[in-house]
């Protein structure tokens, strides 16, 4: 099983910057790409920002273009989510995702939250 673990959240201004990490461990399972979901209160989880893991292709919401960066590190096995020009609508749970090479599926991480104030 593969095990995804989010570090980097917490309460930040509007305007400022987090960036969150997502480190992975456990099984060796091949992981077609990685990503970034949120789910703020009262709404559905929708994906902030993808990374393949071979290619380092990525692709983003169109709400975040702009500000957020994503990256990764496979020596380290650690994706990271740059967050500038944060605004109180990026507040949400930011949860980690993996998807599997082959059959498609899908890890998750347990969530950080991330509290923008204005």
């Known amino acids: 099983q593969v095990q995804l673990v989010e570090s980097g959240g917490g309460l930040v201004q509007a305007g400022g910057s987090l960036r969150l990490s997502c480190a992975r461990s456990g099984s060796d399972i091949s992981l077609n790409d990685m990503g970034w979901y949120r789910q703020a209160p009262g709404k559905q989880r929708e994906l902030v920002a993808r990374i393949t893991i071979s290619g380092g292709i990525t692709n983003y919401a169109d709400s975040v273009k702009g500000r957020f960066t994503i990256s990764r590190d496979n020596a380290k096995n650690t994706v990271y989510l740059q967050m500038n020009s944060l605004k109180p609508e990026d507040t949400a749970v930011y949860y980690c995702?993996?998807?599997?090479?082959?059959?498609?599926?899908?890890?998750w991480g347990k969530g950080t939250l991330v509290t923008v104030s204005s």
């Open positions: 995702n993996g998807r599997g090479t082959y059959g498609g599926m899908h890890y």
